[in-house]
């Protein structure tokens, strides 16, 4: 079974969330997972000025994702940082060329799942992950999210991202996601390879 994760980051939060992910997938016997990044399409200037990480430097390690590479998994985890409420220009612009898999139902069936980060506690995190949902379901994916299960939902002592669509961390005023945000997506990598194995199956 092969387990995708692809993801867009500018300061290094959903990567660090695409990390986590792939870290609970692999605990599903027989998970192949692999780690992609979608292609960037600013400039290097713009992203200097922006203060993002250096792409070609934090991230060279990680290959860019092809729309090929969606084909051949049977589960795909999507990170996207938050903009204006939903999914940022990159990857939407990586979804629009998908076109040919929409036309051959290529998707159809298999396990969708959304991780995300915003600037903000109410930054829009959860619109983001619901209207990326809208793609996934045009695609014919099954959706899973991050059940409640998962008990560090339920925290009341900390401000924490993670909600019932997916795991998500908040960015601002240089804060790194928390041990409960990195145990949320790790749950959601680990229960959505679960699903995908039995569908597999």
């Known amino acids: 079974m092969k387990v995708l994760v692809v993801f ?8 660090k969330l695409a990390e986590a992910i792939a870290e609970g997938a692999r605990q599903v016997e027989g998970a192949e997972v692999v780690i992609r990044r979608v292609p ?27 729309v090929e ?7 795909i985890f999507f990170g996207t940082p938050t903009r204006h409420g939903s999914m940022c ?20 069936g298999k396990v969708g ?5 915003s600037n903000t506690q109410h930054g829009g ?3 983001t992950i619901l209207t990326f949902f809208t793609v996934l379901m045009h695609q014919g994916m099954v959706i899973a999210g991050l059940p409640y299960t998962f008990k560090g939902q339920s925290r009341m002592d900390e401000i924490t991202g993670c909600s019932p669509y997916g795991a998500s961390t908040i ?3 240089g804060r790194e996601p928390s041990e ?8 959601q990598g680990r229960h959505v390879s679960e699903i995908a194995a039995k569908l597999a199956r």
């Open 8 to 15: 867009y980051s500018m300061y290094g939060h959903v990567h």
């Open 40 to 66: 960037e399409t600013l400039s290097d200037e713009v992203l200097q000025k922006m203060g993002a990480v250096e792409p070609q430097k934090a991230f060279a390690h990680i290959p860019v994702c092809t």
């Open 69 to 75: 590479e969606l084909g051949e998994a049977d589960a």
């Open 89 to 108: 220009g990159q990857m939407k612009q990586f979804f629009d060329a998908t076109g040919q898999l929409w036309v051959a139902g290529t998707l159809v």
């Open 113 to 117: 799942s959304v991780f995300t980060s």
């Open 125 to 127: 995190q959860e619109t």
């Open 171 to 173: 960015a601002g005023e």
């Open 180 to 187: 409960n945000e990195l145990d949320g997506a790790r749950f």
